[in-house]
């Protein structure tokens, strides 16, 4: 079994900062790989996939970059509305595999 | 508008049986694959298993397998988690939400449901 992880756990930012997450998976996923944001009493939301694309009409700030088994999510310029709570997520059709990290929180200094 | 619409909060005992469901809109049902997410209050995402609408192909995470039944009916784009006998440990929110398909393979999920909040309580 694949197992994500992400790092830090919560991290306090004031908005205006460049913030980058963190995922690692516990063996190479090539680029099979998604982010989403989770706002409190909200369905997740797509923001990244295959590693560095991004969804439909998600703003430019966010990015995503890596391969195999480090991957990072960038938020160049943190806004208001960014705080939330992301996830990582592998995906591998067989055996059938769609794993989540456990979540970055990105909270408000 | 393409979207998942979602049948709404169940409060059931434990032992009893319960079937939710997910209705798809706006788009083409047959040609995504459907997961289920379940979050427990408080936790993250867990994936718990998909179906392909157009030929009912499931596929259960290790973890949930032999838990739940995913299942689905095309003709009135509408997918389905149940559960036969209901426990404690089930309480928790259950999304559904479509897959993309990038190059043929399955890959993150675009579209989420507005998520069913399921309360089992004796």
């Known amino acids: 079994e694949i197992v994500m992880t992400q790092s830090p756990a919560t991290l306090s930012v004031s908005p205006g900062e460049r913030v980058a997450l963190s995922c690692r998976a516990s063996?190479?996923?090539?680029?099979?790989l998604a982010w989403y944001q989770q706002k409190p009493g909200q369905a997740p939301r797509l923001l990244i996939s295959?590693?560095?694309t991004r969804a439909t009409g998600v703003p430019a700030r966010f990015s995503g970059s890596g391969s195999g088994t480090d991957f990072t999510l960038t938020i160049s310029s943190l806004q208001s509305e960014d705080f939330a709570v992301y996830y990582c997520?592998?995906?591998?059709?067989?055996?059938?595999?769609?794993?989540f990290g456990h979540g970055t929180k990105v909270e408000i200094k | 508008e393409v979207q998942l619409v979602q049948s709404g909060a169940e409060v059931k005992k434990p032992g009893e049986f319960l079937k939710i469901s997910c209705q798809g809109s706006?788009?083409?049902?047959?040609?995504?694959?459907i997961a289920w997410v379940r979050q427990m209050p408080g936790k993250g995402l867990e994936w718990m298993g998909i179906?392909?609408?157009?030929?009912?192909?499931?596929r259960y995470s290790p973890s949930f397998a032999g838990q739940v039944t995913i299942s689905a009916d095309k003709f009135i784009n509408t997918a389905y988690l149940q559960w036969s006998r209901l426990k404690a440990s089930d309480t928790a929110k259950y999304y559904c939400?479509?897959?993309?398909?990038?190059?043929?393979?399955?890959?993150?999920?675009?579209?989420w449901g507005q998520g069913t909040t399921v309360t089992v309580a004796s």
């Open positions: 179906i392909y609408p157009a030929d009912y192909e499931t």
């Open positions: 997520q592998h995906y591998r059709d067989w055996p059938p595999s769609w794993t």
């Open positions: 706006g788009y083409s049902f047959t040609t995504h694959w």
């Open positions: 063996q190479p996923v090539d680029t099979n």
């Open positions: 295959t590693a560095s």
């Open positions: 939400a479509r897959h993309e398909t990038i190059s043929g393979v399955i890959s993150g999920m675009d579209v």
